[in-house]
Structures are given as C-alpha cells and as structure tokens.
C-alpha cells in the first residue's frame, strides 16, 4: 500500500484551491454544481480563496440555509480544511478531489462528489480497463437477509474477486457485509463505501470486518466528512457512488423498500447493467420490481459472470422449446408455485426459479402471491 502523505504532498493538498473546494464540499447541502459555479466568476479556485464567505455563498447561489451552514466552521475556512488534512494523514487517510490525476471515475453520475475520502486502495474500483469499462461489480441487498442470501452473497463475492474484480458494496449488515467476506475469502480486492465519514466507520458492529478489508488490501470510502456520523438522508447518497464505482449492480436480494433499489436506479441513470437473483419469496419483492425494469435474472455465480463477460448463459432457452416453454406449458392450468413446477418438471429449484424470473421480466408469466405464478 502506498503512502497516503507522499501521495498527497505530490498533489500541492495545501493550495488555497484545493482547500477551498474540500472546505466547501464539507458543509452540508452544497455540491460539486454549486462549487463549480465559483469558476463563472473567478479564473481559478485559487482566485476565489480571496473572497469572503457571504460572498461565496453569493457566487455558489446556496440557499439560505445553506449560506447559514457555510459561516459555522470556526476560524478561516482554509485553516478548517488544512486540520481536516492533517487529521486525515495523522490517521493513515488520504482524499482526492474530482479531476485529480487518478481520481475515481464515476462515469456519467450526474452529481458526481467534489471530494472523496479514503482509507486504503480503490483498486478497480472506479478504474476503467482494457475494455473501457470500470474493473468492480457492486453486489447489494438486504440487511435482513436469510441464511440462503447471505451464503450466496459470499459466493457472489468469491467468484467475482477470484474472476479479478473489485468487490464494492456497502459496508452494511447482511448481503453487504456477506460479499466483503466472499471477496476476502478468495484473497481478492473489496471496496466499502460508507454511508458515515472514513475516520468513524459504521455500523460499529463491522469493525472487525472494516479492519480486514484495509488488511487486505482494499478500501473504505466516503464523501462525507471524516468525523460524520450516519444519517439516513445519507445512505441514497452512498448507493449512487456505489453504482458509479461499478461497471454493473448486482442485487443479491431486496425489499420492496430496500435500499438496493436506490443503487440500481442510479446503475440505471447512467447506464450500468443490473443483474438480480430473483425468486418468489416474498422479502424479494424489490428484485422482481427491477426485472419490470428491465433488470437481467441469473440464476447461479457461473451465470452472473458470463452475462458480465457478455456471454449467452448455458440452458438460456429463449427461442422457445427447452425448459421455459415447458414451464409455460404447465402455467396453462392453475397458478403454481416454484417447487410444484420443478416437482412435475424435474428440475432443480433454483433452475426454475432463474426461469421464471426471465418469463416475468418478459411479460409471460406474472407473480400471483403467495408464491405462486401464472401465465399471462
């Protein structure tokens, strides 16, 4: 790993520019759109450092409360930014500001951070390969998982770090916390964007975790400022950095209020694939609503890895005939459940469940609850 203090007095941290654009992405409410306005009257950020603070409020067009958050850090603004670096490097941390060489790429992420703190190796995450696309797969889902989802998290992250992608996810309880694991199993690289500052990783309960993802090479990431603590508003906020850092979103398992689904519309806005494990279950209302999206159903982590490298999965039978159309052909009758049609077809369970999860996306079969389908 390298170190963060000669990574950083190689980018001139201390220039009252840089100082101010940390300084001002640490106050709540502004953003990287409202920073960048100060360069429609000033030639440089370094320019803008001159001016007072109701001035800059002025020129950034904040709101009033906003304008009222910009005069509550003590002292001058510069000096502020210059101790949150000096904390940062104190405790192993580093930053990087948008536009740094070798900065993260966050694709076409409409509002993309200003600023972004670090402990530890981005890796591929927001790193663009060969092929032009990102070198991490973001894997997300419920807090509240079952012991299945939770197992097949880990595997997800397994397979994906040992096929050579970095692993980002959430830092969260559940399927987050499941596929850092995975990744850290297969020796690979995992990225945890949180949703509280890097200097006050949450939840606490994860600390052990967070310590191996730093001792393995990897990363904890946030916009927010390094002491801030969580807040729900802030978790949509990290989902959306989730999806950038990516170069597609895999949903392990969701609710219909879950939080992956603010990931997967972010993946969407910018145009990363989403790929879900779906099933009749009722806690994974949310992935059968993505695959009405348009999101694509795999069934296994063999599966997953051939949609990413493009490849046609084996047993994929679209074109009719072969096990969907059997499917179909069994949905003529009464509504039926996934374990009553792979009884009468003799199939694995799992299998069936990949399949009709395609036939619901292409709108010939529909969930009837309680866990059972019907042909449309």
């Known amino acids: 790993m390298s170190d963060p203090q000669a990574r950083l007095a190689g980018m001139e941290t201390s220039t009252p520019g840089r100082l101010l654009r940390l300084a001002l992405w640490m ?17 440089t950020f370094d320019a803008a450092a001159r001016i007072d603070r109701a001035d800059l409020a002025a020129r950034m067009e904040l709101s009033p409360a906003v304008a009222r958050r910009l005069h509550e850090p003590p002292g001058e603004l510069l000096d502020w930014a210059e101790g949150v670096v000096a904390d940062l490097l104190a405790r192993g941390a580093t930053f990087q500001l948008r536009g740094d060489p070798g900065a993260a790429d966050f694709g076409r992420l409409a509002d993309p951070p200003e600023a972004l703190f670090l402990r530890g190796e981005l890796g591929g995450a927001g790193r663009i390969g060969a092929d032009g696309q990102p070198m991490a ?105 989730i999806a950038g850092l990516a170069r597609a979103v895999v949903v392990v398992r969701a609710s219909q209020g879950s939080g992956s689904l603010h990931t997967a519309a972010a993946a969407k806005a910018i145009g990363r694939p989403i790929f879900v494990f779906a099933d009749e279950d009722a806690s994974n209302a949310g992935a059968r609503i993505l695959l009405k999206e348009g999101a694509t159903a795999v069934g296994d ?28 052909r069994e949905l003529e009758g009464p509504p039926a459940s996934v374990a009553e049609l792979a009884a009468r077809l003799s199939l694995p369970h799992e299998r069936v469940a990949v399949l009709l999860a395609r036939l619901c996306a292409r709108g010939r079969v529909r969930f009837r609850g309680p866990g059972t389908f019907a042909r449309t």
């Not at 953003?31 to 030639?43: A, C, E, G």
């Not at 890895?305 to 179909?328: F, H, T, V, Y």
């Open 27 to 43: 106050i709540r409410g502004t953003s990287s759109r409202s920073i960048r306005r100060l360069l429609d009257h000033f030639p």
């Open 137 to 241: 797969v973001a894997v997300v889902g419920s807090r509240k998982a079952h012991p299945s989802a939770l197992r097949l998290a880990r595997r997800v992250g397994f397979r994906l770090a040992r096929a050579g992608y970095s692993v980002v996810s959430g830092g969260a309880f559940g399927v987050d916390a499941a596929a850092h694991r995975g990744a850290l199993d297969a020796g690979g690289h995992t990225v945890a964007v949180l949703g509280s500052g890097v200097l006050l990783p949450l939840p606490r309960q994860n600390r052990r975790l967070f310590g191996e993802i730093l001792e393995g090479g990897g990363a904890l990431a946030s916009e927010l400022p390094p002491w801030e603590n969580a807040r729900p508003e802030f978790f949509p906020r990290r989902n959306r950095l």
């Open 301 to 328: 982590e063999e599966e997953l890895l051939a949609a990413l490298r493009g490849e046609k999965p084996m047993g994929d039978d679209e074109g009719g005939g072969g096990e969907s159309e059997r499917i179909l």
